[in-house]
T-cell receptor, first 113, second 114 residues
Framework: KNEVEQSPQNLTAQEGEFITINCSYS?????LHWLQQHPGGGIVSLFM???GKKKHGRLIATINIQEKHSSLHITASHPRDSAVYIC???????????????FGKGTKLSVIP | DTEVTQTPKHLVMGMTNKKSLKCEQH?????MYWYKQKAKKPPELMFV???????INESVPSRFSPECPNSSLLNLHLHALQPEDSALYLC?????????????FGPGTRLTVT
């Protein structure tokens, strides 16, 4: 079974700060997802990546396949970025399980004005 | 349209009630998922439908009964639930089950069992 670890578990930042959330996994994967969940809300897919780097607005996601590690960066953070950020990986399991997502426990981000 | 819709948004039901959750997508996706999420925990996969057929049942109790009447709709029928079944129930869809495709999540149904 793939183990997905996120750090930190909780993060408080001042508005405007640069934020990094890390994700590591134990077994090789086919893809890694970064998801965002606001309090009481549904989940939004931010990125899916299998190599390199992707950027969308103030969000940047990188992955290092050899090191089994990914980072999510938020530049110029804003209070509306306050949410739980979840890393999820696909693959690294036998059989049909390899098609399903294995989730990390999430990182709760609070951005203070 | 990249939206997955879920109804109702909130549901309160007694342990003897029968109710249903509904999920709909019009993206032409052929894989649909039900997840259960307890507070401050990641989602837990319950069921996967692939091309309208049940592909995965993660040992979910029979008081939860999924149904996929067509490629756009996914239902979750609830009967004789327990208070510990109170949770956020999320529906998701992806192009197909296999391969690397994004999963699109709905807003969820907040279920309270009294």
């Amino acid at each position: 079974k793939n183990e997905v670890e996120q750090s930190p578990q909780n993060l408080t930042a001042q508005e405007g700060e640069f934020i990094t959330i890390n994700c590591s996994y134990s077994v090789g994967i086919s893809a890694l997802h970064w998801l965002q969940q606001h309090p009481g809300g549904g989940i939004v897919s931010l990125f899916m990546l299998s190599s390199g780097k992707k950027k969308h607005g103030r969000l940047i996601a990188t992955i290092n396949i050899q090191e089994k590690h990914s980072s999510l960066h938020i530049t110029a953070s804003h209070p509306r970025d306050s949410a739980v950020y979840i890393c999820a990986v696909k693959g690294g399991m036998a059989g049909a399980g390899s098609y399903q997502l294995t989730f990390g426990k999430g990182t709760k981000l609070s951005v203070i004005p | 349209d990249t939206e997955v819709t879920q109804t109702p948004k909130h549901l309160v039901m007694g342990m003897t009630n029968k109710k249903s959750l509904k999920c709909e997508q019009h993206m032409g996706h052929r894989a649909m998922y039900w997840y259960k999420q307890k507070a401050k925990k990641p989602p837990e996969l319950m069921f996967v439908y692939s091309y309208e057929k049940l592909s995965i049942n993660e040992s979910v109790p029979s008081r939860f009964s999924p149904e996929c009447p067509n490629s756009s709709l996914l239902n979750l029928h609830l009967h004789a639930l327990q208070p510990e079944d109170s949770a956020l129930y999320l529906c998701a869809s992806s192009q197909v089950e296999t391969g690397d495709y994004e999963q699109y999540f709905g807003p969820g149904t907040r279920l309270t069992v009294t």
